[in-house]
Nanobody, 122 residues
Framework: QVQLVESGGGLVQAGGSLGLSCAASGSIFSINAMGWYRQPPGKQRELVAE???????IYADSVKGRFTISKDGAKNTVYLQLNSLKPEDTAVYYCHARITRATGLRLARDYWGQGTQVTVSS
């Protein structure tokens, strides 16, 4: 019974900013990784930014210096601040988490949100 719910997508003009949030809920034992992926129209899903083991962060080269990932562990929530947006950033942004549930077999598996649309106009 784990769910990831994203919010904050929308339509913005180039150079603008947007903030995304994702909250994980349900029977969670631990969150091993949590972050963001995106899928531009007609392209494969790609990593944007994520917290990994030891809370180390990774960013796609295309967003370094423009996007910032942060989190609130007590709320099981991860955020993504998107600055200096470009039309190429247009995509469906998906929250991702690797979670071990508190019930049943305690094996880590990947969970995905339903996605939130970010559209950047020129």
């Amino acid at each position: 019974q784990v769910q990831l719910v994203e919010s904050g997508g929308g339509l913005v003009q180039a150079g603008g900013s947007l903030g995304l949030s994702c909250a994980a809920s349900g029977s969670i034992f631990s969150i091993n990784a949590m972050g963001w992926y995106r899928q531009p129209p007609g392209k494969q899903r790609e990593l944007v930014a994520e917290f990994g083991s030891g809370d180390d962060t990774i960013y796609a080269d295309s967003v370094k210096g423009r996007f910032t990932i942060s989190k609130d562990g007590a709320k099981n929530t991860v955020y993504l601040q998107l600055n200096s947006l470009k039309p190429e950033d247009t995509a469906v942004y998906y929250c991702h988490a690797r979670i071990t549930r508190a019930t049943g077999l305690r094996l880590a598996r990947d969970y995905w949100g339903q996605g939130t649309q970010v559209t950047v106009s020129s």
